[in-house]
């Protein structure tokens, strides 16, 4: 019913930049909010940032500064600017999204993930 897919993933400098990008697709009604997951070998996957449908954000402490999220409603696509990159920043990030198929289901659907690798 929906699909994520993230891109923008890859191999950056310590200092360096990447964009990544999600969009959904399917059948559903609405979305409340997209974000950004991360997942390093050995790690608990946490919270890198997140937005409403509204615009209202949410980052994790460690990228506040360095990271900023934004969507565009209308092509369903939520994107991840990230400067400033540090080695500790490497990991898999997969996309999340939650909202409306109908009045009687809900979705929160993951993306597959995208490697963002950060060199020293």
């Known amino acids: 019913q929906v699909q994520l897919v993230e891109s923008g993933g890859g191999l950056v400098q310590a200092g360096g930049s990447l964009r990544l990008s999600c969009a959904a697709s399917?059948?559903?009604?609405?979305?409340?909010?997209m974000g950004w997951y991360r997942q390093a070998p050995g790690k608990q996957r946490e919270l890198v940032a997140r937005?409403?449908?509204?615009?209202?954000?949410n980052y994790a402490d460690s990228v506040k500064g360095r990271f900023t999220i934004s969507r565009d409603n209308a092509k369903n696509t939520v994107y991840l600017q990230m400067n400033n990159l540090k080695p500790e920043d490497t990991a898999v990030y997969s996309c999340?999204?939650?909202?409306?198929?109908?009045?009687?289901?809900?979705?929160?659907?993951w993306g597959q993930g995208t490697q963002v690798t950060v060199s020293s």
């Open positions: 999340n999204a939650v909202g409306i198929v109908s009045a009687v289901s809900t979705f929160d659907r």
């Open positions: 399917g059948s559903f009604f609405r979305i409340n909010a």
């Open positions: 937005i409403s449908s509204g615009g209202s954000t």
